[in-house]
């Protein structure tokens, strides 16, 4: 086998199909000529600005920079008008869930004490929620207070205390209006079975509330309610006790109202 022979049977094994030698061989055939024509180089495809992002070589590289064309993540943008709408089982889940109900007020508590002193009738909050004792602090300073108007100070009970709420159980509305509603029946039936009453005391934020229609700024002042006539509002018996700087307020009121239950005991 001669040299060439023995070259192409190399080149074969390793499925070289095409190659050209560098320098000229010796006893090789001659060269085909269609392997000598030079080929063209492709066109560079320049990528969009968008699109091609530059890779900086270090400058030890001997290549030049090169730019590589990378393919951005497409990213879908709403259009006005276009807003995706809810599944059919998002929206039936959506409409099927029950309507959130609003806790219904819990009805108010206290307990008010119909009394009558002289021309004047009183409704007091009870402190502890059960009636006055001879002995009680805030029943000692409600007959101090009823000296210093110049009524008697043994008052009279008028009826059991009203209690509120009324029931422990039932559907039956126990809210503030109908506490307000009930207070004031109960005070202008009392009242119409004793004689004529100058004057209504409001003792405590119960009594001023849910008899006066008013609230703890109404304390010292006279207010004009409705079916019940006039009224004054005071702090209540625990509240005098606990802040005695606000006896002052009230003997000042006092001097101003008092003429009310003195014209008409005269």
């Keep these: 086998m001669n040299t060439e022979l023995r070259r192409r049977a190399y080149l074969d ?3 070289v199909a095409s ?5 000229e061989l010796p006893f090789a055939a001659p060269s085909r000529p269609e392997l000598l024509v030079a080929c063209e180089p492709e066109p560079e495809v320049v990528a969009p600005p968008a699109l091609e992002a530059k890779v900086s070589v270090p400058a030890a590289a001997p290549a030049a920079s090169a730019v590589v064309a990378r393919e951005r993540p497409r990213i879908e943008v709403p259009r006005p008008g ?3 709408k809810p599944s059919e089982p998002a929206a039936e889940q959506v409409s099927a869930a029950p309507a959130v109900r609003e806790r219904p007020t ?3 508590r206290f307990a008010l004490q119909l009394l009558r002193a002289g021309s004047c009738a ?3 909050e009870l402190p502890t929620g059960e009636p006055f004792q001879s002995r009680d602090p805030a029943y000692l300073l409600l007959k101090d207070l009823l000296r210093a108007a110049g009524l008697p100070d043994a008052p009279q009970i008028i009826g059991e205390p009203v209690r ?7 559907n039956m509305d126990q809210g503030p209006q109908a506490a307000l509603d009930f207070v004031q029946s109960f005070i202008g039936a009392r009242l119409e079975e004793q004689e004529p009453c100058a004057c209504l005391w409001l003792v405590g934020l119960p009594a001023i509330r849910f008899a006066g229609d008013a ?9 004009q309610v409705e079916e019940l006539g006039a009224a004054w509002a005071l702090p209540g018996l625990e509240l005098l006790m606990d802040e005695p700087e606000r006896k002052r307020d009230l003997w000042q009121a006092m001097q101003r109202v008092r003429r009310r239950w003195l014209e008409a005991s005269a």
């Design 82 to 84: 276009s807003a995706s």
């Design 215 to 223: 609230d703890a700024e109404a304390y010292n002042r006279e207010l």
């Design 13 to 15: 094994a390793m499925q």
């Design 106 to 108: 819990p009805p108010p």
């Design 122 to 124: 009183l409704l007091v």
């Design 19 to 23: 190659w050209m030698p560098r320098v």
């Design 164 to 170: 509120w709420p009324l029931l422990v159980r039932g």
